[in-house]
């Protein structure tokens, strides 16, 4: 009897996997760029190992190749320094992941206790926590990252940590609202009772439960995000030469362009194409996930 | 509804002033010294001892920060390190040329957007409206540095059709006399009468405002989008439509206007983006606003320029945006 | 009944599309409409009563819905054929308007009962906007609100839900059209108002000499306005005839226990044995769609169900009976 009860509770559960996926795949684009994510992340992966010594394609230069149109040899062309551009670009990918995964994970670091917190303790604690966060939203987001990785210095580290600064008030906001409903719940409340100390019913519960909206959160930032790092970069702020970094293999290109295209155009559309599929993948997501439009 | 706007009021000057608090505060974990880059590389440590103090980078920080604060209300936002000008003198001529870009191209967003929104939210699920998704979600995809370059690759160098970048050709520089009234090279042409200037300024524009228009497009199409799938699936379009109101009627008046109040918020925040989407682009295109102003300041790390540009941008955002709430909040016919 | 009926619905089934395939929404046999009559539609909620008013003025929304077949014809002229330009210019507000459920939500929020009004006015009636705006403020006497002008300047979210529906009503009769339907035009509002508004309907159409059709859930509304009636469940017309042979001699179960979960006055106590049992009897494919509820069944039931003259112009949906033999139970 116990275990058909717990079917039950299971099935709506199960329902509403089918619908999401029935969602999903209905959606073409939706579909196109859930692949396409799945590719990149498999190139991140792959091509380090294919071209193992990174360094062999950042200081690999042929002055006697420099600025070739693209060919068979050379399908992206090469750059100033006679560096395939494909290669670079290639090996961009795993810069551009990476970099925006620690940014998301640093801010969620930030965010998700201090959302906690307000949601949880409530009353001043809480108006202080979010009053903070309306300060940093007063910035616009790519401001905010400008200015502190100007102040900081520029090196990739510190455009993550300029992101992740400027990243994690939305999810302090959202962990917010989530904790303010879950410690109404009962099984909170039990743990209260039994004098759980606050930290352990914070970690314990409330952050295991807001685990599903932080994700499809997360997800949909990690397109800005690379979008953010590639700018950083281009500003001069981000990664520094000779890392083939898209951003900054763009702003490299600004001084041959006119006469290379390819220089500036491979790479910047590497930036466009997985920020797009992330995005995509993003909307689907919320689309599919948001009670409002899903009804449809 | 008052103790609301007053509450929004109260919000913002808070928030503006947490802006200024971090900014300050930002400004001082720089790991150089100012004070050397304010004399020069060749500086003895002499020299740098002296301007530290000149500067007040030796007293305690508290003081420092009540120094800053009592100049600001003067409306001081110190030196520029690298030009030695007063920022806010340099802010004032650098700003028309930007605000010229960021109006142009909300006006762009607000004409293509708007009825992108809405033909797609109207056709959903149809090729037009995978079409906007596409564009919409595209657009806000784009690293804009890099369109701006490949515009330039497509317009000036391919087909030769429009100016790489400036404000107006060198010839007509030197041939004119270039207007100085508003700061508004297209207002002060028209304003002189001067057709000419008008005609080479606003080629000159065409590029980057469209570089810097392609965001906010996409931003506000997808946003009035989701608005007016919500109010299209609403009784009172099923019933104006019963009346056989004409669809056209239907559509751009009884379902636009009630995304209003949406289609203002977007145009707050859209706003406060491409102002500092102008960062990146503004360089690329030799455009004289506070985009390639600080684009130069983040190079040669003269921190009270950033500090100054980043306070103008974040308090123009904070100030859309207060506006945009209180708008909605005093009409009632945007407010529901 | 040889006359020829003003709006004539013949075989129509609709059906809706969701991620689980595809399922009949309406499935209506034949409904006939005279010109002048008020007929009266009964249903529970999540009959199809919405899909069939909407259906008619082709405002369906296609996807999910899909008219899988039928005809629905006004003066002999097939409306499904028509394109959506078509029904704008011909058929909504020309020929026919219709009055929503929901006095909350059917007047846009964002313009005044006077702006609304005269645009309606000027689209069906081809006046200039002082003509308009004098016929608006008759049409708001007409529905009986006091200080029409004043109304006319008002946004609806300062009137109340009454006065909104009267406004709804002075709406659908300002298009001028000849034939109204009426969905459940009382069922968000109090019980004192709700007979206000139904006088009104009824002394509009013996005035005006339009057309209703009247959608209700309580057959109670339907024996107030109605000359002629259909019982409508899961989408199918179980039951049809002069609103007082449905009322009086109710023959198919639903409509017997339907009627029996009114209490007639203070004193009748419901027979709790014969109120509708709940929807969790077994299924059958085919067959009689009351099925699973249902007091009486029997075998037959799981056949094929036809409409079968019991008596005069009253049909009934039921296995019980037999076509010509008078049933009276």
Redesign the interface.
Known sequence: MNQSQFLKTLKPKFKEFKVSLYLLKRNRLTKIAYYGVILLMLIAIIVPILLPSSKHVNQDTHPEDKLLEPSLQHPFGTDELGRDILKRVLIGTKISLKTALIAVGTALLIGVPLGAIAGFFGGIIDEIIMRFTDIFLGFPPLLLAIAIASFLGPSLKNAMLAIAVSWWPWYARIIRGQAVTIKERQFVKAAKAIGAPSSKIIFKHIIPNCVAPLIVQASMDIGSVILTIASLSFLGLGAQAPAPEWGLMVSTSRNYFLNAWWYSIFPGLAIFFTVLAFNLLGDGLREILDPKTRKN | MKSYILKRIL?GL???S??IV??FF??R????NPAAQWVGPRATQEQIDKATIELGLDKPLHVQFGKYITSLFKGDLGVSLRSKQPIIKELKAYLPPTIELVILSTFMAVIIGVPLGLNSANK?DQVLD?FC??FS??S????I??VA??L??IF??WLGALPIGGQLDTKIRLLYEIPHHTGFMLIDSLLDGNLIIFKDAFRHMILPAVTIALYPIGLVARMTR?AL??IL????I??????????R?VLWK?AL??S?GTTITVLALSI??T???T??VEA?FSWPGIGSY??T???S?D?PA??GV?LF??CS??LLNLIADIIIALD???R? | MSEKPYLHIKNLKINFKSFEGEKTIINIDEIKINKGEAYGIIGESGTGKTVLALSILQLLEMPPGKIVNGQILLEGEDLLKKTQKQMQREIRGKKISMIFQDPMSTLNPVFTVGEQMIKVIIENQKLNKKEAYRKAVEMINIVKLPDAERVMDKYPHELSGGQRQRVIIALALSCGAEFIIADEPTRNLDVTIQAGILKLIKELQRNLKVTVLFIANNPGLISATCDNAGVLYKGEIIEKGTTKEILKNPQHPYTFTLLNAIPKNKDTKIDLSKVIPPNDGEEIKEGCIYYNRCLKKQENCKKEQKLINVKDTHYVKCSLYKEGVNNEQ
């Open positions: 919000l808070l928030v503006l947490g802006v971090i900014t930002l400004a974990i720089m790991p150089s959903k995978h998704r596409f979600v595209g806000v995809s784009l690293p540095f890099w370059l490949f330039q690759l000036f160098r989701s799938l919500e699936s609403e009784d009172y099923k019933a104006a439509r019963s009346y056989g109101l004409k669809e009627l009884y206007k009630n209003l406060g983006y102002l500092v989407n960062f990146l690329i600080i684009a300041a983040v190079m790390l921190y950033i500090m980043t941008s974040a955002y904070i009632p016919r945007v529901v």
